[in-house]
């Protein structure tokens, strides 16, 4: 099996073949894209035809709860069709993954260098944030030998420094940081990079004016510098082939039945094709016997035509079984996800816990890389949302009661506390670090911030000035 090393460029993989390499870029698209793959595939090849669906099963009764759209889940908006609708939208002519790469083949890194920065592109959002911590890279992917410090925060400069700016970056803090470059004056940009270093202190007019006197500006200078910085793209990557508003078809789906969680393929959007049984057997039936001899040129001619209607037929095969292998693939993954995040079904992002992509590949005794290429733009169905299985992916945070636990959870349990705010006094994020801690979990402050940032939550100066 060919290590992630080989595989990190096209250019330099002589050992995949080109239908295994067909197949991998098949694995890792969207499912709307491979969907317009099959089906051009059947306008191409004779020998494929479109199945007849089956007739859809009655729905049974369902003792989960209903199935809505969790804030911050990548769930569509509506969207109570079957799902096939989403195919009349055109593709983009690049999503923010291709053009990133495209971007790195040309700093013509050294081949490691190179390998590390592309993993940090794989792992960023579609606005372009990086999530996964930089220290686990190597263990998800199963990198050897593992990287240094210094040469992941180089992978990561190499990353941070392509369009557009702010890509990279781990907060909203570094991402408008990253964009700060684009202010002409000098005196201004070190002015916004002030301003922005001390943001979580509250943007209300007192903290204006304490900041303008701290830094020794008028409070005019202040207010001009937090304008600039709200003109700054807080989401760089929805630029480029992606919006913030999707429609978006599960690929699997969660429900409870008798008591017991199951996990399905969403049929709705699996491309049934067959090869065609009628031009099989032309094809394979011996020809009539000619009665008189056949011009040399004509046999050539016609050896000719079936060697390549052989071809056809061969490829027709392959597609159907590759079709019914990516699904059943994602459904593998689907499966063992959850059967190691099985509180997340019960009690949402609060129940997930730690998980690795190695841990997934071990179970199914499959490459690391071919589970990150399954779970990149495949969607799970749940009670809470529809989810990217890749986010069921994260590091294990130790708490002081000795047990790990999972920032996803964390950043859940951060949400319900400022879901739970009156508003008479909204909650800072000094005062939510102190809650979590009661229940066990010591961060930082500045962690809560972020994890507040991530949840597009404003600070509470802005929401208590917010307040009716």
Not at 123 to 149: F, H, I, K, N, R
Not at 338 to 357: C, D, N, S, T, V
Not at 429 to 454: C, F, P, S
Request: hydrophobic share 40%.
């Amino acid at each position: 099996m060919p290590t992630l090393a080989l595989g990190a460029r096209q250019t330099q993989s002589p050992h995949l073949s080109p239908r295994l390499q067909k197949a991998v870029q098949l694995l890792q698209m969207p499912t709307a894209e491979f969907i317009q793959s099959v089906m051009a595939a059947v306008d191409e090849n004779p020998f494929l035809e479109e199945d007849e669906p089956a007739a859809p099963a009655a729905p049974g009764p369902e003792d989960g709860p209903a199935w809505t759209a969790a804030p911050g889940s990548r769930s569509h908006q509506g969207g109570s069709g079957d799902g096939l609708s989403m195919l009349e939208r055109e593709p983009a002519t690049a999503t923010l993954h291709e053009h990133l790469h495209a971007q790195l083949r040309l700093l013509r890194l050294p081949d490691r260098a190179f390998l590390l920065a592309s993993l940090v592109v794989e792992e960023l959002s579609e606005d372009g944030y990086l999530a996964t911590p930089l220290e686990s890279l190597c263990g998800d992917y199963g990198v050897e030998p593992q990287a240094t410090a210094e040469e992941l925060d180089a992978a990561l400069r190499a990353v941070q420094s392509l369009e557009p700016a702010g890509v990279g970056a781990r907060d909203l803090q570094e991402c408008l940081r990253l964009q700060l470059p684009a202010v002409a004056c000098p005196l201004q940009r070190a002015l916004c990079d002030a301003v922005l270093a001390r943001a979580a202190e509250g943007s209300g007019p007192q903290a204006m004016r304490q900041l303008a006197a701290r830094l020794d500006v008028p409070a005019h200078a202040v207010r001009e510098a937090m304008e600039r910085l709200r003109h700054l793209d807080p989401h760089p990557g929805w630029r480029h082939g992606s919006q913030p508003v999707q429609y978006i078809v599960p690929d699997v789906i969660a429900h409870k039945a008798r008591g017991q969680w199951t996990v399905s393929l969403n049929e709705a959007v699996m491309p049934r094709v067959r090869v065609h049984r009628q031009y099989q057997q032309l094809l394979q039936s011996p020809a009539d016997a000619p009665d008189g001899p056949t011009p040399a040129s004509e046999d050539t001619g016609s050896r000719s035509a079936h060697r390549d209607l052989a071809a056809q037929l061969a490829e027709a095969r392959w597609t159907v079984r590759h079709v019914q292998q990516r699904f059943s693939t994602v459904l593998d993954v689907a499966r063992a996800i959850l059967r190691r995040q099985p509180h997340f079904l019960e009690y949402g992002p609060i129940g997930m816990r730690p998980l690795a992509l190695k841990d997934i590949a071990e179970e199914l005794g499959v490459h690391v890389s071919t589970v990150s290429r399954v779970t990149n733009n495949k969607y799970l169905q749940t009670p809470f949302g529809l989810f990217e299985l890749k986010y069921f992916f994260s590091r294990a945070m130790t708490t002081p009661a000795g047990r790990d636990s999972s920032p996803t959870a964390i950043r859940g349990l951060v949400q319900e506390i400022l879901a739970a705010d009156d508003g008479l006094r909204p909650l800072s994020d000094v005062d939510i670090a102190r809650q979590l801690e009661r229940q066990g979990i010591r961060i930082a402050r500045r962690t809560v911030t972020k994890y507040r940032q991530q949840l597009r939550i404003p600070p509470a100066e802005q929401r208590a000035a917010a307040r009716p």
